[in-house]
């Protein structure tokens, strides 16, 4: 699924019934809008535009994810004071999957929740610049200046610097068809995609009536019938280039209605992202995607909630790294979905 104009984030909050008291933020945020996937050699899409690089966030993408973070400083530490005006690494953790554009969205996201300050970092004393200088192969005239320009602080100005904790795709899934547990679960799953074969069957016919005649024109196909993965790889480049707001030149040619092939698209990815792709048993399932985060969830939320209701000295809690206020993943709509289930069926 690939839908580049809105992102799924979700909010999973624990609070003390007793005082109503947020104590622990779990956020889990897909990537913003970016590049389609298949483009030539030339880098054009199907669509016939021009992009960089296959997959990549965009500029609308990097955008969406600055103000969404924006937002999340408003209502966290203006409004609510839950969190400190700087990112403190002892209160917020950051998972990424392994990909540039989650990697991406993560950075642009904190760069609104904490934002570039006009105070410079920290101070050095005099001894400490002498060994904050690394061995370099290239001409010193430049580099002394700057540390003139420092005038003893460590950094030209105050920018966020948070680690990024990698997820690698291998250790996070498990497929559902293997599961000896949740056997009711596991069972309406399969019987939901069984059920969905002939809904799928259908609307890859209705597609190649509708666009059949015009994209095999259009793409020089000839009397292709377009299969799922096909139509996967147009919806893909079409909603990527609308969503970057190109003039999509060379696709107006065909007459089609560029608001309602979006729409067409759109439907297609979430009938293809709720039935096939989660339907065959031959693939991973997304409803499981996430073990391994979910892992990670539920062992920090204990850990920040033991510390909590045991009322542990402060100062320990600001000591451990296991207890953060805020658990964050930049991930994918496979991932986030997942998370959905994962909460649904605690």
């Not at 933020?25 to 483009?39: E, K, N, S, V, W």
């Not at 969190?83 to 554009?101: G, M, T």
């Not at 019938?225 to 996967?232: A, G, H, Q």
């Not at 039935?275 to 969830?297: P, Q």
């Amino acid at each position: 699924m690939k839908l580049n104009l809105i992102i799924l984030i979700q909010f999973f909050a624990i609070s003390i019934s007793q005082n109503n008291r947020l104590v622990f933020l779990y956020t889990h945020f897909r990537h913003g809008a970016r590049a389609p996937m298949a483009i030539d050699s030339n880098f054009t899409d199907l669509v016939k535009e021009k992009w960089n690089n296959p997959g990549e966030l965009t500029g609308i993408g990097q955008r969406m994810h600055y103000l969404l973070g924006l937002r999340n400083r408003i209502k966290y530490i203006k409004n609510e004071t839950f969190l400190s005006e700087k990112f403190d690494p002892h209160e917020i953790v950051i998972f990424s999957s392994n990909l540039n554009r989650t990697m991406v969205s993560a950075s642009s996201h904190l760069q609104g929740f904490f934002p570039q300050s006009s105070e410079k970092g920290e101070v050095l004393t005099e001894s400490q610049e002498k060994v904050a200088y690394p061995q370099v192969d290239v001409d010193c005239e430049e580099i002394n200046n700057e540390i003139q320009n420092l005038k003893g602080f460590a950094l030209p100005y105050q920018m966020t610097l948070a680690p990024v904790r990698m997820v690698n795709d291998n250790d996070k899934k498990m497929n559902v068809y293997d599961l000896t547990e949740c056997v009711e679960e596991r069972d309406q799953i399969k019987k939901q995609n069984r059920e969905t074969i002939p809904y799928l069957i259908n609307f890859t016919r209705e597609y190649n009536e509708k666009y059949g005649e015009i994209l095999n024109e259009f793409l020089g196909t000839g009397n292709k019938n377009f299969s799922l993965l096909d139509i996967d790889d147009f919806c893909d480049a079409f909603l990527s280039s609308y969503t970057d707001q190109r003039e999509l030149t060379e696709f107006k040619k065909t007459g089609l209605d560029l608001e309602e092939t979006n729409n067409y698209c759109y439907e297609y990815f979430r009938v293809t992202y709720l039935y096939h792709f989660h339907g065959d048993e031959e693939k991973i399932l997304a409803h499981v995607d996430s073990s391994k985060l979910m892992s990670e969830l539920m062992y920090f939320m204990k850990r920040r909630l033991d510390a909590d209701i045991t009322q542990e000295d402060e100062d320990a809690n600001i000591k451990d790294y296991s207890r953060p206020k805020m658990l964050m993943i930049s991930g994918h709509d496979s991932t986030s979905s997942a998370d959905e289930i994962f909460l649904l069926n605690v």
